[in-house]
């Protein structure tokens, strides 16, 4: 009996409630204010939403910061790297712009088209004969011959002194090992003033031209070239200019310090003067 009580007790409660909230739901629509009932079941919902999504907004914060922090770390990584491989770039960018001007000069090669020049590479350069020698990257089988002049666009490099099938060795003007002289002649004033190329003076970057006659004075500027004679050079290559002049120790002839007008202690590219003298005449008598 009473089971039975308290069944119909619990029966009779939830259709209450029941019926109380579909009251409040048919009378909320039709109200400005909610009731105390109305307001309490409100906020206890609102609490109660609360409560739930707090946690979550924390737990979320959390994970959005431990996100941002992994990704900072993964950039911070990746510039380390590029900082570390800058140097290296610089490296690169130096060398292209080196090479890049060198291969400019190469294509203006109006001043020496006559000589038909044949572009060469510079492939081994001792470092203990620096300014005597270096090889370069053509040889027989390009129509190299011994003798023939070494040139850039800025004038006289040196000669071919050894040649193989694909690579020659040439001598630099300011070689130490060379014992023949090299006749040069100094342009003043449409005056040509010879002289012989004695040795080259590293320390000064000049190459000494001796036995010069001191008749006709020589000034600071003056071209000196090749003259042509003793058959080594073709006649009016590019030496330098004079920085420097001297009389003799007897005062019979002038000594000139010459400046290179090409950088010798940096060579990459340079042309094989494949006409000499000699084919250059017989061109122009035909």
Same mark, same amino acid.
């Not at 009389?247 to 094989?272: C, E, H, R, T, W």
């Given at each position: 009996?009473?089971?039975?009580?308290?069944?119909?007790?619990?029966?009779?409660? &939830?259709?209450?409630?029941?019926?109380?909230?579909?009251?409040?739901?048919?009378?909320?629509?039709?109200?400005?204010?909610?009731?105390?009932?109305?307001?309490?079941?409100?906020?206890?919902?609102? &609490?109660?939403?609360?409560?739930?999504?707090?946690?979550?907004?924390?737990?979320?914060?959390?994970?959005?910061?431990? =996100?941002?922090?992994? !990704?900072?770390?993964?950039?911070?990584?990746?510039?380390?790297?590029?900082?570390?491989? *800058?140097? +290296?770039?610089?490296?690169?960018?130096?060398?292209?712009?080196?090479?890049?001007?060198?291969?400019?000069?190469?294509?203006?090669?109006?001043?020496?088209? %006559? *000589?038909?020049?044949?572009?060469? !590479?510079?492939?081994?350069?001792?470092?203990?004969?620096?300014?005597?020698?270096?090889?370069?990257? $053509?040889?027989? !089988?390009?129509?190299?011959?011994?003798?023939?002049?070494?040139?850039?666009?800025?004038?006289?490099?040196?000669?071919?002194?050894? #040649?193989?099938? *694909?690579?020659?060795?040439?001598?630099?003007? !300011?070689?130490?090992?060379?014992?023949?002289?090299?006749?040069?002649?100094?342009?003043?004033?449409?005056?040509?003033?010879?002289? &012989?190329? +004695?040795?080259?003076?590293?320390?000064?970057?000049?190459?000494? @031209?001796?036995?010069?006659?001191?008749?006709?004075?020589? $000034?600071?500027?003056?071209?000196?070239?090749? =003259?042509?004679?003793?058959?080594?050079?073709?006649?009016?290559? &590019?030496?330098?200019?004079?920085?420097?002049? %001297?009389?003799?120790?007897?005062?019979?002839?002038?000594?000139? /310090? #010459?400046?290179?007008?090409?950088?010798?202690?940096?060579?990459? /590219? @340079?042309?094989?003067?494949?006409?000499?003298?000699?084919?250059?005449?017989?061109?122009?008598?035909?």
């Amino acid at each position: 009996m009473k089971n039975k009580f308290e069944k119909n007790s619990l029966v009779f409660i &939830l259709f209450a409630v029941i019926i109380l909230i579909i009251m409040i739901s048919l009378t909320v629509a039709n109200r400005d204010e909610a009731t105390l009932p109305e307001q309490f079941l409100g906020d206890t919902a609102a &609490l109660g939403q609360r409560v739930v999504n707090y946690p979550a907004e924390k737990i979320s914060g959390v994970v959005d910061h431990l =996100s941002d922090a992994f !990704t900072a770390l993964e950039e911070n990584k990746k510039l380390k790297e590029m900082v570390a491989g *800058y140097p +290296q770039v610089q490296s690169d960018l130096h060398r292209l712009k080196k090479e890049n001007s060198a291969l400019k000069k190469q294509l203006k090669t109006e001043s020496i088209d %006559e *000589y038909e020049p044949l572009s060469a !590479t510079v492939i081994a350069r001792n470092p203990d004969q620096w300014m005597n020698s270096f090889v370069i990257n $053509k040889g027989e !089988t390009s129509g190299v011959d011994e003798g023939m002049a070494i040139i850039s666009t800025g004038g006289l490099i040196g000669k071919v002194t050894k #040649v193989n099938k *694909y690579s020659s060795t040439v001598e630099m003007i !300011t070689s130490t090992l060379n014992d023949s002289k090299l006749s040069v002649i100094a342009q003043e004033k449409g005056q040509d003033v010879f002289g &012989l190329v +004695q040795s080259y003076d590293d320390k000064n970057n000049h190459i000494v @031209v001796e036995d010069m006659d001191n008749n006709t004075k020589l $000034k600071k500027g003056t071209k000196v070239v090749t =003259s042509g004679l003793g058959g080594q050079f073709p006649k009016g290559l &590019l030496i330098g200019e004079i920085t420097k002049i %001297e009389n003799d120790q007897f005062g019979l002839s002038q000594i000139a /310090y #010459v400046k290179p007008s090409v950088n010798l202690d940096d060579i990459s /590219y @340079v042309y094989v003067a494949m006409r000499n003298d000699k084919t250059l005449e017989q061109g122009s008598d035909e």
